[in-house]
């Protein structure tokens, strides 16, 4: 919508809505409002970025997600993608009857490595860690046949608890596999045992790894004592990471539907929502900042059964999950691009703004109020799921009758928070766009203050260029997957992990979220010497998104709390483009969330190759895959050599 035409209400209005519906494999929609975003049915089979869509609602972080539909040999595998935000994460706990208390569960299923017990006793590592600890002593000389040091000790007491408590859970009936491995760990517990008492070294101790399908023991939150089975079951499990593959000649991704990384730092939960559809989620409340991938924290995916038309059906489980699972409607457009403003541009702690807030949240809690007093007889007779089930409903439709006069609120106090009039004089500000934009398989929003200030950031940037370092065979991947993306976006298009240069510390500190660029004085050196390059010589292209921030060091982009100390220094992420653009440490770096969509109106100004013949070759590919243009301009003057 424009800017002065079909905006939403100002505080003092309601607008009248139709009763919220049902419709088939796409939630509840509002009558007369159309999407923001189509669901499709089938996404493009094999298309490696995906589908991107907005969810109504704010339970997804910019109420985004993106669909992607695998290849494999049974048909298409759609895959919700998402990252909950962490307001919303009580609301997907409760739906799993999270208990503080784990039952050991047996299920059939396929191993590749560790079982799933020893991942979650950690017997292993508690055997290996004490085996270290009596070959280091006894290399320091202060272990001996007559006095074992207490550490030593206290790690081989840890791994002996360790050991019974996995014995404990397994029963007296374990399966052939799980008996296998404890009679692994017995074996070595005992040599390390034996070495600590004798002061003789300890051999290598290996985990026990076991490959092929097999009854295991994985520990499942106990469900409430009135639970009747109608319940989404959760497993807590080792953190993981979908493990797809990225054909390297016709860029297509395929997913056999169980395959996954398990190198992930943290826990996660595997989800059964029946009628083959499944989910995991990385809470954001059991893995510490600290200690675990602070990228991976509150990521989502919804499992489809392979087959056609599931689409839909993905974004609708989201209800099961108590989170909203209908497309996003104009109203909420609009909010969520006022609230990707407010950060953008600083403004969460406004007074005004808070408060405006505030006011959004009372109005949504009357209309609430008021639905449950009109619909309470219609609860009677009804079961606790179907209880359930109708105070959702009724929450979701309170949140869309709502957010007319939420958006209309909000607009004001952004407008007087940045100098404007009220919201009016906001709106028809020429910078002022709720309408999203598409980068690859990814939705970004504008940001109106840049939007309102072209020229005088236009200044600021003269002379400067964003640039994007890649290796030779990496430009080739990029170009021909036609995105620049973030290292969590890699894994799941299939993308071989080591492609980024520090992809594991990026996944602690929070920047394998974004992509780096950093900001050089034009003219940028030639490829011949410095390798070759993405290059965008009007960086106010790439600043006017409102998901960017960037720091004058180079810091990992690091944005995890925990981490930010041991790597920002004194160089503190910004995000003001006016700082950016006069950003001179030459390691400055400047992160934008999830990627650049390389082959459209994002794509870079310049790519400048390291010899004729790469500049042919990639020429040669883009033209067979259609690309004439980039950004507007023709590929003879983007292709540089």
Request: aromatic share 4%; glycine share 8%.
């Amino acid at each position: 919508m424009s800017a002065d035409q079909d905006s939403a209400g100002t505080a003092g209005e309601t607008e009248e809505l139709a009763p919220v519906v049902k419709e088939p494999g796409t939630g509840t929609r509002v009558p007369g409002q159309l999407p923001v975003t189509e669901i499709p049915e089938t996404p493009d089979v094999g298309k490696a970025f995906g589908e991107p869509i907005l969810v109504g609602g704010a339970d997804l972080l910019a109420a985004s997600a993106t669909l992607v539909s695998y290849q494999s040999p049974e048909g298409p595998r759609t895959v919700l993608h998402a990252r909950l935000d962490e307001a919303a994460e009580d609301k997907l706990l409760d739906a799993l009857n999270i208990s503080p208390d784990m039952v050991p569960t047996q299920v059939e299923q396929t191993v590749q490595g560790k079982l799933p017990l020893d991942e979650h006793h950690q017997l292993g590592n508690a055997i290996i860690t004490a085996a270290k600890s009596v070959n280091f002593h006894l290399n320091h000389g202060d272990l001996t046949a007559d006095s074992v040091p207490e550490t030593t000790q206290a790690k081989i007491s840890a791994a002996q608890m360790a050991l019974a408590a996995a014995a404990n859970d397994i029963g007296t009936d374990p399966g052939p596999v799980e008996s296998a491995m404890l009679k692994h760990y017995h074996q070595k517990l005992a040599a390390v045992e034996n070495a600590a008492t004798t002061a003789t070294a300890v051999c290598e101790v290996t985990p026990f790894l076991h490959e092929g399908t097999a009854t295991v023991t994985r520990m499942a939150p106990a469900l409430p004592p009135d639970a009747t089975g109608e319940h989404t079951v959760a497993v807590l499990r080792a953190a993981t990471r979908i493990k797809p593959a990225l054909d390297a000649t016709t860029g297509q991704a395929s997913w056999d539907g169980t395959a996954r990384w398990d190198d992930a730092s943290g826990k996660e939960y595997a989800i059964d929502l029946g009628d083959g559809f499944h989910a995991v989620y990385r809470p954001y409340s059991i893995n510490n900042p600290a200690t675990t991938d602070y990228s991976l924290r509150g990521r989502l995916e919804i499992i489809a059964p392979a087959g056609t038309g599931h689409g839909p059906d993905v974004v609708c489980c989201l209800g099961q999950l108590n989170l909203a699972n209908r497309p996003m409607t104009r109203d909420e457009g609009e909010h969520s691009y006022l609230t990707a403003n407010i950060t953008a541009q600083g403004l969460s702690s406004h007074s005004e703004i808070t408060a405006a807030q505030t006011t959004g949240d009372h109005l949504e809690e009357m209309i609430r109020q008021e639905l449950f007093h009109e619909r309470a007889h219609q609860a009677v007779g009804m079961t606790d799921i179907e209880l359930a089930r109708f105070a959702k409903d009724i929450q979701l439709e309170a949140a869309t009758r709502a957010l007319p006069a939420k958006v209309g609120v909000l607009r004001d106090a952004i407008a007087h928070a940045t100098g404007h009039s009220d919201g009016a004089a906001l709106a028809a500000s020429p910078g002022y766009d709720p309408t999203p934009r598409r980068s690859g398989g990814w939705l970004t929003w504008n940001r109106f203050d840049v939007g309102n200030a072209q020229s005088a950031l236009g200044n600021a940037v003269q002379g400067r260029s964003l640039v994007h370092k890649a290796s030779s065979a990496g430009l080739k991947a990029m170009l021909a997957n036609g995105v620049l993306a973030s290292t969590e976006r890699r894994t799941m298009m299939g993308v071989q992990h080591g492609m980024g240069q520090s992809e594991e510390v990026d996944k602690a500190t929070g920047g394998a979220s974004s992509v780096f660029l950093r900001m050089h004085s034009t003219p940028v050196k030639p490829a011949a010497t410095e390798g070759p390059r993405l290059v965008w010589d009007d960086p106010e292209r790439l600043l006017a998104r409102a998901d960017y921030y960037g720091a004058n060091a180079d810091t990992y982009g690091v944005i995890n709390p925990a981490k930010m100390s041991q790597y920002s220094g004194h160089a503190k992420p910004t995000r003001d483009p006016f700082t950016i653009a006069a950003f001179k440490n030459p390691a400055n770096e400047v992160m934008f969330g999830d990627g650049i969509d390389l082959l459209g109106l994002e794509g870079p100004s310049r790519i400048l190759c390291v010899s004729t013949k790469q500049r042919n070759d990639l020429h040669a590919m883009l033209t067979a895959k259609g690309v004439t243009h980039i950004a507007g301009k023709p590929l003879d003057d983007v292709l540089h050599a």
